[in-house]
């Protein structure tokens, strides 16, 4: 596995950024405070719907830019999406739909293997169920959301991700917030990556486990952190934790690198802690047949505790799955409020995920499968390596399909997405709260759907502008030297 996990910007880099925002701070402030003094508050008597600081920003820099977030398409996540059009930012207004669309090269969606848009093999088996069962089962899994589709979807995913059992919720994000806390409680340990995903954050708060961050990908940091909390215990009662659960992902998608999993893997046989693997982004999408991280690195997947992955990505569907020993499954079939309350996984979206897998392994006998993880392979390497080549600084790992490209400054958000949308790309934009401060971004998503055609074309596209941008942040020998 080769690629950059994180880099510290450019002395010139930073200085403008932190400068950029001192000025939309002072600014922003100066504007309220005349704004307090000579308009009346509207609605008295009322307690305000945000808090400060987020009302704050929401107002003076979210809604100047954002046009470049949250724009609607009117076509099938494929390699090409027709975008709609917007109205120009008009303070906190609703942008308004012009009625016209735009044809845009598709770098923004997770639709890694191509299954999201028609298939030969999938569609046709999709609309077949779609007829008998309809859209939504209505019902939980426990009640009347059970189909026969269901009980071999479960096994079928068990399966393909290697896993004694498996247990399948109607909503990736859902899996793991509401997993998490039927896994680890009070008197708990959590310790976390720190760029995991919300969806994480979100399971471990409403755990009452307590949690200790380790830095991204430190493994130093990871074993430092569990062999001291093994020593010393619980704070004040020093007894120890009722169990210890390192949670990690197989792809970052806000960074596009992988775990350092074998290392991890040694760890957690070392000191006897449970392992909780997050796969939503790789699964499907990374190794030589779509196993994920554990493929790819070569480790078993029944080694991993707790495997978790999403139908969202690779698979063009929706949900996800928790995967683990059976008995494990058995107790979470009883105390995932997941399972027992919530609408069960629509029998087309089951039939899409099941077809989906059945193509990846070349059950239906056309070799598309491979053929598709190869590609996406390749695409992704290529597309990196000719980012970095033209000079553009580009996290991530070899065959990872996420490569964020770094902007650093806030003010380069939207230049680059507007001028990037102008000329017919489609590309996600972040910036802080969801990076750090320093750490803006252009996130590419690659497919295998994408030919090579599509990637020289928005490879010219991007040189130009990058450079009008000022982006191209590899070309200073200070960002070179940190990359070596």
């Not at 991007?462 to 070596?484: F, G």
Request: charged share 20%.
């Amino acid at each position: 596995m080769s690629g950059v996990d994180h880099v510290q910007p450019p002395f010139a880099a930073a200085f403008t950024t932190l400068a950029t925002w001192m000025f939309f701070f002072l600014f922003g402030h100066l504007r309220d405070l005349i704004r307090k003094r000579f308009v009346p508050r509207k609605a008295k008597g009322y307690a305000p719907i945000r808090q400060d600081y987020e009302d704050f920003y929401t107002r003076r820099m979210y809604y100047r830019i954002h046009d470049c977030w949250n724009r609607p398409i009117s076509s099938a996540p494929d390699a090409w999406i027709d975008v709609m059009e917007r109205s120009a930012p008009r303070g906190q207004a609703a942008l308004e739909v012009t009625g016209t669309t735009k044809r845009c090269l598709n770098l923004s969606s997770y639709n890694y293997l191509g299954f999201a848009a028609a298939d030969e093999y999938c569609t046709p088996r999709v609309q077949e169920v779609l007829k008998q069962y309809g859209a939504s089962m209505c019902s939980s899994r426990l009640a009347a959301g059970t189909t026969e589709h269901h009980l071999a979807f479960d096994k079928e995913v068990a399966e393909f991700v290697g896993c004694e059992d498996v247990l399948t919720f109607g909503m990736g994000f859902a899996t793991n917030s509401v997993v998490i806390p039927a896994l680890v409680g009070k008197g708990c340990l959590v310790l976390s990556d720190a760029l995991n995903h919300a969806s994480i954050v979100s399971g471990v708060r409403g755990s009452g486990a307590k949690v200790k961050v380790f830095v991204h990908n430190d493994v130093a940091h990871l074993e430092r952190l569990l062999r001291d909390s093994i020593a010393y215990g619980q704070p004040k009662t020093r007894r120890p934790w009722k169990k210890i659960l390192i949670i990690v992902e197989g792809i970052y998608s806000m960074e596009g690198g992988m775990c350092h999993l074998p290392e991890i893997m040694e760890l957690k046989k070392r000191y006897k802690a449970y392992l909780f693997l997050d796969e939503a982004h790789s699964i499907g999408a990374i190794g030589a047949h779509g196993g994920g991280v554990c493929e790819h690195f070569g480790v078993s997947p029944r080694d991993v505790d707790v495997m978790m992955g999403t139908f969202t990505k690779s698979f063009g569907s929706c949900g996800g799955y928790i995967g683990g020993p059976r008995a494990l499954m058995q107790c979470l079939r009883r105390m995932g409020p997941a399972h027992c309350y919530a609408t069960s996984m629509s029998v087309p979206a089951v039939e899409q995920v099941v077809s989906a897998m059945h193509v990846l392994r070349d059950k239906d006998g056309s070799g598309r499968g491979p053929r598709k993880i190869r590609q996406l392979h390749d695409n992704a390497n290529y597309f990196r390596q000719k980012l970095q080549s033209m000079g553009c600084l580009v996290l991530g790992s070899s065959d990872s399909p996420v490569m964020p490209v770094m902007l650093f400054n806030p003010g380069k958000i939207s230049s680059t997405s507007r001028l990037l949308f102008e000329r017919g790309i489609a590309m996600v934009v972040v910036g802080f709260p969801a990076t750090p401060l320093l750490s803006a971004r252009a996130r590419v998503c690659i497919s295998a759907s994408h030919s090579r055609e599509d990637l020289d074309w928005a490879l010219q596209v991007l040189d130009e502008v990058s450079s009008v941008c000022l982006i191209k942040y590899a070309q200073s020998p200070q960002i070179t030297h940190l990359i070596h």
